[in-house]
């Protein structure tokens, strides 16, 4: 307010003293065309006149040139450029943490102030929820105060909605608490919803960008260790040819392989039914034992081994009727063994279990799984699309996909989580007319056949390179396959090779290991191959550190050449490696 008066005050006072000095002593005031005249000068400079004027004011105001909501409003021309320098900009003016601001679509983030927002038609700021919560209601009864506690330990300070026409919002801002704890003031929220209101097309096209770029981004990532494992099974095969080994090992290697095939095409149908913008609600569904249904996921999902397969356990529980659709069941459970089994090689303790509950209103399903946790400022966003917690490489759609298809069965999907202890996904079904014994009970037979010992049922006699033999690769994989693949590859050129599963079992393996090369991945749970190397070449900086990713932005690649001495594909090749040792060892190869 006072910037605005002073700004049409001072405006006020040049116009005159410029009609004073310049117009009113030389005319009659009974001439027309003079005070035409000097309207015209009036309507034709006030636009540059305030804005010069007002420069000025919010200097003696803001201690800037520009005022908050000028500076907020200008940031537009950003979000023309690229949405994420606009976010970059807009979370500096804010004084806020980049990474703790989200534009996003309300189908993206339909989440716990979702009845809130749609019954008050209001902005949420977490300082006025705390001064509006009942005194006389205990906590557990009052939705207030659990909207207040979700967003102080989510850490969220602003949820700004902006409602259409139709008075429904179709997009919201999301920001933590300002890094100075200043309050957010009411001309930056009437500037940010100015904003938003501009910018809606915008973040709507850089949706569909990016879901583009997570379908193509996800599909390379997750392609890679089937395709990885088919080339293992294959090199089996050739050994076993080579060598005239007993064929009947053959069949456990094409079963590996046909299997590896499998999984490769569950993972495109599960990533194209992700970025699919089509209705659930459109796929016919039918009343099923929920049993059943999970048996009958876990049973055709493509485990990479028997022994992971083994991790996961349903255990004994109530049975009960849900109307599911098999198909969109089978990829939520696909969706979130995936994400689970992720950390299986870093967490080498942790497995899955799911249970069944029934309830009076509710029936529900437990996934559990004792990996690394959430924290619990990030569980709010699990559901999010686009988000991925500390997982690269996929499309970050997944949980949304389970969101939606649960909406679609009339349920509901929840997540627990303790950091270092457990993930809870709770799926929520209602309670259905249909009995038991009227759903026809059938589950396929388990398709996961190959051996658990598969690795050392044959030994593979290497002709090594001379030059080669005695060195030591230490290769660093969260992947157990891909780490088999470049191990055996390894173990053929005459190289003896030390395995690791994750960055910080890399850093101490160097601390106590003569190591000649390492081949590094970069995606990985609890510490990447970025960290890994940095603090490996303060132990040993002489030792080549070889960079073994997929597919890498731009930023990854510049990083590579920076911290690492090279970089090789992956799933890489016999002869890519030979010619790696040939000029990072720098020994002739035969």
């Known amino acids: 307010m006072i910037y605005c008066i002073t700004s049409v005050g001072l405006c006020a006072i040049v116009y005159t003293g410029v009609l004073s000095l310049f117009y009113l002593p030389f005319v009659n005031y009974h001439e027309v065309v003079p005070t035409l005249l000097a309207c015209a000068f009036i309507g034709l400079s006030w636009r540059r006149i305030f804005d010069y004027v007002s420069s000025y004011t919010a200097l003696l105001v803001y201690g800037q040139t520009s005022s908050p909501v000028s500076q907020i409003l200008s940031i537009e021309k950003d979000f023309k450029s690229s949405i994420d320098l606009g976010k970059k900009n ?64 989510s850490q969220i300070g602003l949820v700004l909605p902006l409602f259409d026409q139709n008075e429904s919002f179709t997009h919201v801002l999301i920001s933590s608490h300002k890094l100075d704890n200043s309050l957010f003031t009411i001309e930056e929220i009437s500037a940010l919803q100015k904003l938003l209101k501009r910018i809606q097309n915008l973040i709507d096209a850089d949706r569909k960008v990016k879901q583009s770029q997570a379908l193509a981004n996800s599909i390379a990532h997750e392609m890679r260790n089937p395709l990885a494992q088919v080339q293992l099974q294959l090199e089996h095969l050739a050994e076993l040819v080579r060598n005239k080994s007993d064929t009947s090992l053959m069949q456990e290697y094409l079963e590996a392989g046909d299997l590896a095939v499998l999984r490769g095409r569950q993972l495109i149908d599960i990533i194209l039914r992700e970025v699919n913008d089509s209705s659930l609600e459109q796929e016919a569904a039918s009343p099923s034992s929920i049993r059943v249904a999970i048996e009958q996921a876990l049973n055709r999902y493509g485990f990479e081994s028997n022994s992971i397969r083994d991790r996961v356990k349903l255990n004994d529980g109530e049975d009960f009727v849900a109307n599911i659709n098999d198909t969109l069941f089978n990829f939520v459970i696909f969706n979130l063994l995936r994400n689970a089994i992720y950390y299986f090689d870093s967490y080498p303790e942790s497995q899955i279990e799911i249970s069944t509950l029934t309830d009076t209103h509710e029936n529900q399903v437990i996934f559990r799984d004792t990996g690394p946790g959430i924290d619990s400022r990030y569980v709010q966003r699990v559901f999010d699309d686009f988000y991925s917690h500390q997982k690269s490489g996929g499309s970050g759609l997944g949980l949304g996909y389970c969101r939606r298809v649960m909406e679609s069965f009339g349920g509901r999907i929840e997540c627990r989580s303790e950091l270092g202890q457990y993930t809870e996904f709770i799926m929520h079904f209602p309670v259905q007319s249909v009995r038991l014994d009227e759903v026809k009970q059938s589950s396929n037979g388990p398709i996961f056949k190959a051996s658990n010992n598969q690795k050392s049922s044959v030994r593979y006699p290497n002709k090594p390179s001379k030059t080669l033999a005695g060195k030591t690769v230490l290769v660093v994989d969260d992947k157990e396959i891909q780490r088999a693949l470049v191990t055996l590859y390894l173990s053929q050129l005459g190289m003896h090779t030390i395995q690791a599963n994750d960055g910080e079992s890399a850093v101490s393996i160097c601390k106590s290991n003569p190591i000649d090369l390492i081949l590094m991945d970069i995606q990985m749970p609890r510490m990447n191959g970025f960290e890994a190397t940095a603090l490996i070449k303060k132990i040993t900086p002489t030792t080549p550190i070889i960079a073994l990713s997929g597919e890498s932005s731009p930023a990854d690649i510049e990083k590579m050449a920076m911290l690492m001495d090279g970089r090789l594909e992956k799933p890489t090749t016999k002869n890519a490696l030979a010619e790696l040792m040939k000029v990072k060892l720098e020994l002739p190869v035969s």
């Open 90 to 153: 807009l979370a500096k003016q804010l004084n806020i943490p980049y990474e703790q601001l989200e534009i996003v679509t309300n189908t993206d983030h339909r989440a716990f102030y979702q009845d809130y927002i749609d019954s008050n038609k209001t902005v949420l700021i977490a300082e006025e929820v705390e001064d509006q919560l009942p005194s006389q209601e205990s906590p557990t009864s009052s939705p207030l105060h659990n909207l207040y506690q979700t967003m102080k330990s």
